[in-house]
């Protein structure tokens, strides 16, 4: 064996490699068996998310994900879910910036069935007119609702200080003029041109039997007409910049910071970066938790999260105080930062942050639904789909690197800061 291939059977011991096939259109097949498996994920992957939509657009990706359950040219509404159901199996649907991902979840002897109704449903939806404007409303409620949670408007407040004019400003969800203007037809066309060979790919994963690879190739997959890929993804920016907000019924302040992070294609400094926020922020033991809840009680709670995209990442952090705190919880924060950069990680820390991120991530791969969904965004956006790349990645990091790298760029001066108060 190989060094690098008893790297990886050091990290991921259970685990092999993923296997994928390029169709004549350019769509992809990609799996992964696993022997222990009792269950089958097929997992239809499209880069037809959010960023995608022209202005006249907004919210065509999640409206279409909502539409696409309401039947196709031979399934009537409803009837995915009942015979995916009647086979014993779970189905469910994520947008996002970048993607679109419809999943099944089903035993492998009802795989191929299964497989005929999820690629019938996502790849010719009907768009009936009168289930189109009943889903509609479905959509303008959803809408309503997130505007209706003070916590949610100071969130996308801040993504639209942060990242101006770039489409991450703007929410998936859409913007309620454009919602009202849209029409089947539009719809259809917005499918037709993302919902094509070159951009479509269908992970499998579980108990896979070779049968069903051979079926999902030849079967309406390969039909698809190929489609070129619009211009080139916007970088993503980040401005920095000092910003308050006043809401009515938001129970406690919060501060809210952005930064830049590397796009995911960086797989090593995304690494980086995951290492950095669990530093900072992840668990009772990290400097941010520690500090300003444990010891200065300073806050209800504190988050750093990373969000890993394809036109950039951003790290996004929280703190929830009361009003009267947010001085003495900006200075703290900026007060733990310095700190960071001044002193070496001593070793039991970098190993807490170390086996947190390198848990996590196996425990993401404890089933046939998360092995299905990291080979299928992976191979789907042309990043290295070997499960064990990133925990290889993160062995290129040393805590030095990490305090010159990942953790300098989460300097507070440099972010996007919005105060969100009660009004």
């Known amino acids: 064996m190989s060094e690098s291939g008893g ?17 004549a259109n350019g769509a992809e097949l990609v799996s992964l068996v696993l022997p222990d498996a009792p269950l089958v994920c097929l997992d239809f992957w499209c880069r037809a998310g959010s960023v995608f939509e022209t202005p006249a657009e907004s919210g065509m990706a999640h409206f279409l994900e909502h539409m696409v359950f309401k039947g196709s040219d031979h399934l009537s509404p409803g009837e995915f879910d009942l015979r995916v159901e009647a086979l014993g199996g779970s189905s469910n649907a994520a947008t996002g910036f970048d993607d679109v991902h419809y999943h099944v979840l089903i035993n492998p002897e009802a795989a191929p069935d299964a497989l005929d109704l999820l690629l019938e449903l996502v790849l010719s939806p009907r768009l009936e007119a009168e289930s189109f404007a009943m889903e509609r409303q479905v959509v303008l409620e959803e809408l309503a609702q997130s505007e209706d949670q003070p916590e949610e408007v100071a969130l996308q407040r801040l993504l639209e200080l942060a990242c101006p004019g770039h489409p991450y400003s703007l929410p998936i969800l859409g913007r309620r003029q454009a ?8 719809m259809a066309a ?39 890929d619009p211009c080139p993804l916007p970088a993503l920016e980040v401005r920095p910049g000092q ?16 930064w ?6 960086d797989l090593e400094a995304v690494m980086g970066a995951d290492l950095a926020t669990t530093v900072l922020a992840e668990g009772r033991r990290s400097r941010l938790v520690e500090r300003l809840r444990e010891d200065l009680r300073l806050v209800e709670s504190i988050d750093l999260d990373l969000h890993s995209m394809e036109c950039g990442s951003l790290a996004l952090l929280e703190a929830v105080c009361a009003p009267e705190e947010l001085p003495a919880v900006r200075a703290a924060i900026q007060a733990v930062w310095e700190e960071v950069m001044e002193r070496p990680l001593d070793a039991r820390e970098w190993e807490r942050a170390r086996r947190l991120v390198s848990n996590s991530f196996r425990f993401g791969l404890e089933s046939a639904s998360g092995v299905a969904g990291l080979i299928g965004s992976c ?35 440099r972010a996007c800061v919005l105060e969100a108060v009660p009004r």
């Open 7 to 23: 790297c990886r059977a050091t990290l991921l011991p259970a685990l092999g490699d993923p296997t994928s096939q390029r169709l």
């Open 260 to 265: 830049w992070q590397p796009p995911a294609r």
């Open 190 to 228: 917005f499918h037709q041109r993302l919902y094509g060979g070159g951009r479509c790919l269908l992970a499998l994963s579980g108990a896979v039997d070779p049968a069903l690879l051979e079926r999902a190739g030849g079967g309406v997959l390969s039909t698809l007409a190929p489609c070129a």
């Open 379 to 413: 191979r789907l956006w042309g990043r290295p789909s070997d499960l064990a790349a990133p925990l290889e990645m993160m062995e290129r990091w040393t805590p030095d690197r990490l305090r010159r790298e990942a953790l300098a760029s989460l300097d507070p001066r």
């Open 243 to 258: 910003h308050r907000l006043e809401l009515p019924r938001l129970e406690a302040a919060r501060l809210l910071l952005a």
């Open 179 to 186: 919602l009202e203007g849209h029409d089947p037809a539009a």
